[in-house]
Structures are given as C-alpha cells and as structure tokens.
C-alpha cells in the first residue's frame, strides 16, 4: 500500500483516508466511532435480527437499532459480501425481512449515540455553535430519497436531513453541512451529546421537513424512502464520519487498537477461545459462595452491567482443581468503572478462603460487561 507522507497534514494513504492529522493528532477528529463497521464483539460478522422492540445494541459496535415491531430486519457486518468502497473492509447490512406495512407511530432506525465528552467542543446550545460537516458511503437496493435526522439526547432539538441514492447496488459517497444549534439543552459529560440516526422507515407522526432545527420530536424526515416497505431490501453503509467545519475530509483511519479500545468504553466481550478464557480471579467466600475481582479491558463510561451466554458456561475452579459451575445469576457485588467484583454461587464448592479463577469454559460461551448510552 502506497502513502504520502506529508508532517504538516498527518498520513494519508492511497484510498485517500487520513491518519494524524495537524488538526487532530491523536486521532479524534472523526466523533464516530466504529464508523466503518471494523469492530464486532457482539456477533463476531454472524447475522442478527432485529427482534426485540426499542433501543437494542446486536450489531457491529457501538450500533443499534430502534424498531417499533421485532422482527422486520436483519443486520450483519457485510452482509450480501459485496465489496466495500475503496479503503474499506466492511461495512453494516440491513435487509428487510418483509415488505412491511408502516403505521402512523412506527419507527424503524439505525443510530449512534455519542458521548457528550466527545462533543463538548462543538458548543451546541451556545450562540459560538460550531458548523459540523457528516460524511458516509451508502448502496442500497433502492433509489430515491432518503432521511437521516441529528438530535440531542432530550429528542427535542433535532435537524432532519435528506439525502439522494442515484443507482441501486452501488455505493455512493453522501456529504451533509449541518450549522450548529444556537438553542436547546446539549449534554456534555458521560451522556448522550449526540444522536445521529439512519431512517429505516418512518411513520407519519415522526416526520419533519428535511434542512432546519426544529423543536418537534422527530426521528426522520417527510418524503424519504420506507425500505422496511419492500421486501429485501437491502441498506449498507461504512466510512460515517462526524468532523468541525463544512468539509468533509478523508475518512479518518485509527489503529485496529485504538478503536478496539474506543468501543470497550462502552462493550467489553470475552469469549470461549478453546481450553477456557479467564475472566476474574478471587476467593471461596464460603464452600459455595465465590466473588472475583474482573479487571475491566478499558475504564467504561459508567460502571457496567453484566450478562452472558448461559450460567452453566461460567465455571469456578476450586481447591481440588476442578471446575464448578454457578447455579444462580451473577451479581455485581461492587461496580467500578475499571473493575468490579463479582460474586455467584455453585452448587459443590470448595473452602472457605481458598482462592478461584472464573473462566468461560463451554464452547460458543460469552461474558460482557456493557455501559453502552
């Protein structure tokens, strides 16, 4: 791979993505993160449905999903194995499962929260509001007219935008200045600062006209395609970024590490990898009680809650170096935003005082710590 070295502007490789830049040089000049879909701790690229109601994180990274009646839609990391922009190795699939019927309150989006430390700077909610510049690369299976909406984390201050698809199944970059809002209450601490989502289909109630603030509650824009309303449908996109200014720049590229790293602020996952993955260490508090102590990969957003593939797949060693399995739900007995401890309880044990490792030991077996907005 070729790449111009330049000291004033950073790296910039041949597929044009930009790596420290003069303007940001340790790498946060793109608010997005995971914008192009390379981080998939959840599914590691296995398909997902869409089959709860709500807000629910199944996907890529830092992505989810709001859908009003489950089951309507897959979601996967390069789904349909098309092949991505130049530059880019994945991207994040949506496909329509029915063509269905969308009602006047329905809401179906993709989105992202970001953080409101991530966005301080951009003084929205002040008259010094800072213009900000969204760029992202989209194919879909249909054409037409397409909406996306900007919104604080209170729904009341939103900016809804439309954008063009011009040819099906080819991607096509997509450029959006927005002017920062003067108005409106912008968190900017461990909240949501941001919401940026991608119109799935939309019913009426929800929709504004697309190009200025407003304060209704919207969550997308009037005119815009319903890809929900036909039956495989396909939406993809990868290479989202959120930058200053009313240029989009090249996509900004951060080690694999550094955004590994960015997401476990919010998912840290360990799984199975084939002789057992520890996961905590500590103490037999009594012959079936055990707590641990579980470093977490990253200091989170908030502290974290747990969850896991089934309790039989988290065993305990004892002192007889066997391995036990809990029979009750794990519980966070003290919750940090570094480390927690732990505690669950076995059916045989061990002695008091003795010490444990907890591992995940059954094939296919997961242990997550979430802190996700």
């Known amino acids: 791979m070729s790449m111009i070295l330049d000291g004033s502007n950073g790296v910039t490789f041949n597929d044009s993505s930009l790596q420290g830049a003069a303007a940001s ?18 599914n590691a690229g296995a398909s997902s449905t869409a089959t709860s109601t709500g807000s629910v994180y199944n996907t890529v990274d830092r992505w989810n999903y709001y859908a009003s009646v489950g089951s309507k839609f897959t979601l996967q990391q390069n789904a349909g194995s098309v092949t991505p922009p ?8 949506i496909t329509s499962s029915a063509a269905t019927t969308i009602g006047s309150s329905d809401i179906y989006v993709i989105q992202q929260f970001i953080e409101g430390y991530n966005v301080a700077d951009l003084d929205f909610g002040k008259a010094t509001a800072k213009t900000i510049t969204l760029s992202f690369w989209v194919r879909s299976s249909l054409t037409g007219t397409f909406g996306l909406v900007l919104q604080n984390d209170g729904d009341n201050r939103t900016y809804p935008i439309t954008y063009t698809i011009s040819s099906a199944n080819t991607w096509e970059q997509k450029t959006i200045t927005i002017a920062g809002d003067t108005t409106g209450t912008w968190l900017t601490t461990n909240g949501t600062g941001f919401k940026i989502r991608w119109q799935l289909a939309m ?12 304060a209704s509650t919207v969550y997308g824009v009037t005119g815009a395609t319903d890809i929900l309303a036909t039956n495989g449908a396909t939406f993809y996109i990868t290479g989202i970024q959120l930058e ?14 550094t955004e590994l790293a960015l997401c476990q602020r919010y998912c840290y996952r360990a799984s199975y990898t084939g002789t057992g993955t ?3 260490a500590g103490f037999w508090s009594n012959s079936t009680l055990v707590a641990t102590a579980c470093k977490l990969a990253t200091t989170m957003r908030s502290a974290p809650t747990i969850s896991y ?20 739900s794990l519980v966070i007995n003290e919750a940090g935003t570094d480390a927690v401890n ?16 907890m591992e995940i030991r059954v094939a296919n077996g ?8």
Not at 25 to 42: A, E, F, S, T, V
């Open 278 to 280: 520890p996961v905590g």
């Open 309 to 328: 593939s089934s309790i039989g797949d988290i065993q305990f060693l004892d002192r007889d170096v066997a391995w036990r399995a809990a029979t009750s």
């Open 86 to 93: 130049t530059g880019f190795t994945n991207y994040l699939g």
């Open 244 to 257: 200053v200014g009313s240029t989009a720049t090249p996509f900004e590229r951060r080690m694999y590490g």
């Open 366 to 373: 997961w242990f997550q710590f979430s802190a996700e907005l």
């Open 203 to 214: 019913g009426s109630a929800y929709k504004g006209t697309s190009g200025a603030w407003t």
């Open 25 to 42: 040089p340790y790498g946060l000049k793109n608010r997005i993160i995971n914008g192009d879909m390379r981080i998939d701790q959840r």
């Open 342 to 357: 732990v505690g669950a309880v076995c059916s045989t044990g061990s002695t008091q005082g003795y010490g444990t490792v």
